[in-house]
């Protein structure tokens, strides 16, 4: 994990805990806030749980790939949207889950590892992705097309990058927390993607067993957020004392429309 | 002749670009060639053809019939320049130079600024302004337009009014109907022809009444047609130049209204959607030619006086001693 890395100048401090809801208010004299505490590693604590779909969703949206011969011969098999990714018990995935509240002022430095996002058989890899700010987000285009990737935030600046030859590699980096970036690809209709930005590394993202687990959280008191991209966005508020080990589900149910 | 037959073939060709910008925008393909004037590092017109898959075959053949087009627009202004004894016809030619180029750069900036809707909307409007354009040259290169009837032109201040009224009407509800495109309200009001079951939106966002406001502008576009239809049906049935394009353009409209509907019904169906785009401009056209036919008398006089010889050989205008 990260270690915090703390603002050095007042005035900055003051911002953030203004903006962050940090636990106590700003001064009228403008006295320098507490800083919130460093992460001690013993006294982390986790957070695990399970997301499931009650109901039964509709089939994910065929996808047709006539409009491009290569992605026609890529995939041998008939292709589908990943709009639900549900286990057999109502296991899903692809959901989003992450801290939406609680960190108070404290900072993370990103990884300068880069978050894949590969179009391979003229699909994203990974559906859905988190990231940091700051940390790269590399764009890989694995297929012999072309592919352009077009991110929609609302925070971070609008981008739609070309890669014409397989193998092309884009770097973009993230300036602000956001969630979520949707992505597409405008010469194949049928990709898309979604991207949370974050301004900590507390986040997973639930595999085809519904399951997630946030580690090294601090003791303290949290918002906890699984946001799906048809199901919505649900949270739930969650304590944690030292090395705790919490459990919290979520369950959504299929939408009416 | 021969001047208002390529006249003719940019004004088709016009036709065949607004085709081609209607399905980019219908097939949401207007970003996946992501750099202008380069399309994914190449020269427009070295871009390899097996590179033509997905979005890019909308995209990419909008911007060479669009190239194409701007120039068989160079070649008509040119051509004007030098065969042209009239001064606003030849001034018509370098307007719509000046709008293809224009009308290029509009294309441009939109792609790399993410198709905002301001735009979006502007190369859409100024896309009829330079089809507007190109029907005029072909009509007044024309040797109807150029010949007197027997009994002389029509000279109907009423039609006058109501033609060119008409026009501004059918052209200012493209605008809005382009707005409501490029801002995704094409579904906004999800049923027709009722809105929402009933006659009047129960709630008000942008894209409703951007649609709504569509849904308005088209019944009154049609009162609007009906009444210039009516008055040529009325008063000048005989006249064959008006009779025709009046007719023509009830039809278009009618067709252009059910088009209107199908796209919701079929919740914006490609082909429709594309349909819907050109079958306005055809209204518009239709009722521009009624317009300026219903003109001619005053163009008779201006042109006269400002009738010159031509600048090199002009066979067909020398032979038929015309000047108006």
Same mark, same amino acid.
């Given at each position: 994990?990260?270690?915090?890395?703390?603002?050095?100048?007042?005035?900055?401090?003051?911002?953030?805990?203004? @903006?962050?809801?940090?636990?106590?208010? @700003?001064?009228?004299?403008?006295?320098?806030?507490?800083?919130?505490?460093?992460?001690?590693?013993?006294?982390?604590?986790?957070?695990?749980?399970?997301?499931?779909?009650?109901?039964?969703?509709?089939?994910?949206?065929?996808?047709?790939?006539?409009?491009?011969?290569?992605?026609?011969?890529?995939?041998?098999?008939?292709?589908?949207?990943?709009?639900?990714?549900?286990?057999?018990?109502?296991?899903?995935?692809?959901?989003?889950?992450?801290?939406? #509240?609680?960190?108070? #002022?404290? *900072?993370?430095?990103?990884?300068?590892?880069?978050?894949?996002?590969?179009?391979?058989?003229?699909?994203? &890899?990974?559906?859905?992705?988190?990231?940091?700010?700051?940390?790269?987000?590399?764009?890989?285009?694995?297929?012999?097309?072309?592919?352009?990737? &077009?991110?929609?935030?609302?925070?971070?600046?609008?981008?739609?990058?070309?890669?014409?030859?397989?193998?092309?590699?884009?770097?973009?980096?993230?300036?602000? @927390?956001?969630?979520?970036?949707?992505?597409?690809?405008?010469?194949?209709?049928?990709?898309?993607?979604?991207?949370?930005?974050?301004? &900590?590394?507390?986040?997973?993202?639930?595999?085809?067993?519904?399951?997630?687990?946030?580690?090294?959280?601090?003791?303290?008191?949290?918002?906890?957020?699984?946001? &799906?991209?048809?199901?919505?966005?649900?949270?739930?508020?969650? *304590?944690?004392? @030292?090395?705790?080990?919490?459990?919290?589900?979520?369950?959504?149910?299929?939408?009416?429309? | 002749? $021969?001047?208002?037959?390529?006249?003719?073939?940019?004004?088709?060709?016009?036709?065949?670009?607004?085709?081609?910008?209607?399905?980019?925008?219908?097939?949401?393909?207007?970003?996946?060639?992501?750099?202008?004037?380069?399309?994914?590092?190449? !020269?427009?017109?070295?871009?390899?053809?097996?590179?033509?898959?997905?979005?890019?075959?909308?995209?990419?053949?909008?911007? +060479?019939?669009?190239?194409?087009?701007?120039?068989?627009?160079?070649? +008509?202004?040119?051509?004007?320049?030098?065969?042209?004894?009239?001064?606003?016809?030849?001034?018509?030619?370098?307007?719509?130079?000046?709008?293809?180029?224009?009308?290029?750069?509009?294309?441009?900036?939109?792609?790399?600024?993410?198709?905002?809707?301001?735009?979006?909307?502007?190369?859409?409007?100024?896309?009829?302004?330079?089809?507007?354009?190109?029907?005029?040259?072909?009509?007044?290169? !024309?040797?109807?337009?150029?010949?007197?009837?027997?009994?002389?032109?029509?000279?109907?201040?009423?039609?006058?009014?109501?033609?060119?009224?008409?026009?501004?009407?059918?052209?200012?509800?493209?605008?809005?109907?382009?707005?409501?495109?490029?801002?995704?309200?094409?579904?906004?009001?999800?049923?027709?022809?009722?809105?929402?079951?009933?006659?009047?939106?129960?709630?008000?966002?942008?894209?409703?009444?951007?649609?709504?406001?569509?849904?308005?502008?088209? $019944?009154?576009?049609?009162?609007?047609?009906?009444?210039?239809?009516?008055?040529?049906?009325?008063?000048?049935?005989?006249?064959?130049?008006?009779?025709?394009?009046?007719?023509?353009?009830?039809?278009?409209?009618?067709?252009?209204?059910?088009?209107?509907?199908?796209?919701?019904?079929?919740?914006?169906?490609?082909?429709?959607?594309?349909?819907?785009?050109?079958?306005?401009?055809?209204?518009?056209?239709?009722? $521009?030619?009624?317009? $300026?036919? !219903?003109?001619?008398?005053?163009?008779?006089?201006?042109?006269?006086?400002?009738?010159?010889?031509?600048?090199?050989?002009?066979?067909?205008?020398?032979?038929?001693?015309?000047?108006?």
């Amino acid at each position: 994990m990260p270690s915090p890395r703390l603002l050095s100048l007042p005035l900055m401090l003051t911002l953030a805990a203004a @903006a962050c809801g940090g636990n106590k208010p @700003a001064t009228p004299s403008g006295q320098e806030q507490p800083k919130a505490a460093p992460i001690d590693p013993a006294t982390v604590a986790t957070i695990k749980g399970k997301v499931t779909l009650d109901g039964t969703p509709p089939a994910n949206a065929a996808i047709k790939m006539n409009a491009d011969p290569y992605c026609l011969t890529a995939n041998k098999t008939p292709q589908t949207q990943e709009t639900y990714m549900v286990g057999k018990s109502g296991e899903l995935g692809n959901v989003f889950v992450y801290i939406s #509240d609680g960190l108070g #002022d404290r *900072t993370f430095d990103a990884p300068k590892d880069p978050v894949v996002i590969d179009q391979q058989n003229c699909r994203y &890899h990974p559906h859905v992705m988190g990231l940091m700010v700051g940390q790269p987000l590399q764009i890989l285009n694995s297929d012999s097309t072309l592919h352009n990737i &077009h991110a929609l935030p609302t925070k971070n600046a609008e981008f739609n990058t070309g890669q014409p030859i397989k193998g092309m590699k884009t770097d973009h980096v993230f300036t602000a @927390a956001e969630q979520m970036v949707p992505f597409k690809c405008d010469v194949h209709g049928w990709m898309n993607a979604y991207a949370g930005v974050m301004s &900590h590394p507390f986040f997973a993202i639930t595999g085809d067993d519904g399951t997630f687990t946030i580690k090294g959280l601090p003791p303290g008191t949290y918002k906890l957020t699984a946001w &799906h991209e048809k199901a919505g966005t649900q949270t739930a508020d969650i *304590t944690l004392a @030292a090395k705790d080990e919490k459990e919290n589900n979520f369950t959504f149910k299929v939408p009416s429309s | 002749m $021969l001047l208002h037959r390529y006249a003719t073939f940019v004004a088709a060709s016009t036709v065949l670009l607004i085709v081609a910008g209607g399905l980019v925008t219908s097939t949401g393909s207007g970003l996946s060639v992501p750099d202008w004037p380069t399309s994914y590092g190449w !020269s427009m017109f070295t871009f390899p053809l097996k590179n033509m898959v997905g979005g890019i075959v909308y995209e990419h053949s909008h911007r +060479l019939i669009a190239s194409s087009v701007g120039v068989f627009t160079i070649a +008509l202004a040119v051509w004007l320049w030098r065969a042209e004894p009239r001064r606003w016809v030849r001034g018509l030619g370098f307007a719509a130079l000046g709008a293809v180029v224009l009308q290029g750069v509009l294309g441009g900036v939109t792609v790399l600024f993410f198709l905002p809707t301001a735009v979006s909307t502007a190369h859409a409007g100024l896309a009829q302004i330079f089809f507007c354009l190109t029907v005029a040259i072909a009509l007044v290169t !024309s040797p109807g337009w150029r010949s007197a009837p027997a009994n002389g032109w029509v000279d109907d201040p009423v039609l006058r009014r109501t033609a060119t009224a008409t026009t501004a009407l059918v052209y200012a509800q493209i605008l809005v109907g382009a707005t409501m495109r490029h801002s995704d309200a094409g579904l906004a009001i999800p049923d027709f022809p009722l809105v929402f079951g009933g006659l009047v939106p129960p709630q008000w966002t942008p894209g409703i009444a951007i649609h709504y406001a569509h849904r308005i502008g088209a $019944l009154i576009v049609l009162a609007g047609i009906s009444t210039t239809s009516g008055r040529v049906w009325s008063r000048h049935r005989n006249r064959t130049e008006l009779r025709r394009p009046a007719g023509l353009l009830v039809a278009l409209v009618l067709v252009q209204i059910l088009l209107g509907g199908l796209i919701i019904w079929t919740r914006k169906d490609v082909a429709i959607n594309t349909a819907h785009v050109i079958t306005g401009a055809l209204v518009l056209a239709t009722s $521009l030619v009624l317009t $300026l036919r !219903s003109y001619r008398t005053r163009f008779g006089d201006a042109v006269a006086s400002t009738a010159r010889a031509p600048r090199t050989l002009a066979p067909e205008l020398d032979r038929s001693g015309a000047r108006a």
